[in-house]
């Protein structure tokens, strides 16, 4: 059993940034970060495996967004730039532990890989 804890999240301007924090409990092999606004669907952000080795990302955040991880801390960050209105949202981190030969970008963007939630953390985007 892993537990996830977000952190991070708050209020900010278009043009802005912040950095949304996972801490697990242990280590995991995938982390990856989802988002979900009022009344749409939930979408995969970015996602990144343990040795960092592969990083995948939504592509209307790449080059604005960021993922890395601290494995010291068992911590992957999520680092927003250049924030818009649209990606507002409530960020859910979530992890696998279990190893995986998948690479496949459609592997790690599928909520189904993931084996454990976080509970999830608030970006408010002002115009």
């Known amino acids: 059993q892993v537990q996830l804890v977000e952190s991070g999240g708050g209020m900010v301007q278009a043009g802005g940034s912040l950095r949304l924090s996972c801490a697990a409990s242990?280590?995991?092999?995938?982390v990856g970060w989802f988002r979900q606004a009022p009344g749409k669907e939930q979408e995969f952000v970015a996602a990144?495996?343990?040795?960092?080795?592969?990083?995948y990302y939504l592509d209307v955040v790449e080059g604005r967004f960021t993922i890395y991880g601290d494995n010291a801390k068992n911590t992957v960050y999520l680092q927003m730039n250049s924030l818009k209105t649209e990606d507002a949202a409530v960020y859910y981190c979530?992890?696998?532990?279990?190893?995986?030969?998948?690479?496949?970008?459609?592997?790690?963007?599928?909520?189904?890989?993931?084996?454990?939630w976080g509970q999830g953390t608030q970006v408010t985007v002002s115009s």
């Open positions: 990144t495996t343990y040795t960092r080795s592969l990083t």
């Open positions: 979530a992890a696998r532990v279990r190893p995986t030969t998948d690479n496949r970008r459609n592997y790690f963007s599928s909520r189904y890989t993931y084996e454990y």
């Open positions: 242990g280590r995991t092999y995938v």
